[in-house]
């Protein structure tokens, strides 16, 4: 699946030319070492990712 990145934050926008260039790979380390671009929160269950960031509709179905 995509990358949780933010998007509209200052880091991203900061790095975003520099990022968009990177592969797969080089962009989940980018986001190691940058991590304020990393998009939250992260709702996960039992160690599996149910969403990134909030939004109350999809979090509301997902925790009927």
Known sequence: GDLPVNKSGQTYKKHKETFEKLTA???AKFL???SSMI???IL???GKVLAFG???EEYKALLK
Request: aromatic share 6%.
């Open 39 to 41: 998009k939250r929160p």
């Open 54 to 56: 909030f939004k109350e």
């Open 25 to 27: 790979t080089a962009k």
């Open 32 to 34: 190691t070492e940058n």
């Open 44 to 46: 996960e269950e039992s």
